[in-house]
């Protein structure tokens, strides 16, 4: 099992900058594919950005790649979710999630486990 713990949300004006961490226990953490998803209000949870066991390979969605960096300390057990020049459309509750077999890396059934969540909130 993985439990997460996400952290670092807030609120930002329009073009800065935010900096999401995922800490995560568990035994299986180091062999777990590890992402961050969004859910506005009224909207279904999207996918925004993953990261393979092994960080050979990041996975993006069209509307963050080039805003956001995903990143994982395996030694830290963190995941974490740099985003720069943040729009009013970013603005959702995020979520960590963790998978001990994805495939697409993107789909959201994939993701067993799951984090509270952390609001993020984008002023214009």
């Known amino acids: 099992q993985v439990q997460l713990v996400e952290s670092g949300g807030g609120l930002v004006q329009a073009g800065g900058s935010l900096r999401l961490s995922c800490a995560a226990s568990?035994?299986?953490?180091?062999?777990?594919?590890l992402a961050w998803f969004r859910q506005a209000p009224g909207k279904e949870r999207e996918f925004v950005a993953a990261i393979t066991w092994s960080a050979s390979n990041t996975y993006y969605a069209a509307s963050v790649k080039g805003r956001c960096t995903i990143s994982r300390d395996s030694a830290k057990r963190l995941v974490s979710l740099q985003m720069n020049n943040l729009k009013p459309e970013d603005t959702a509750v995020y979520y960590c999630?963790?998978?001990?077999?994805?495939?697409?890396?993107?789909?959201?059934?994939?993701?067993?486990?799951w984090g509270q969540g952390t609001q993020v909130t984008v002023s214009s």
């Open positions: 568990g035994r299986t953490f180091s062999s777990a594919a």
């Open positions: 999630a963790a998978s001990l077999g994805s495939s697409s890396y993107i789909l959201l059934n994939e993701y067993r486990y």
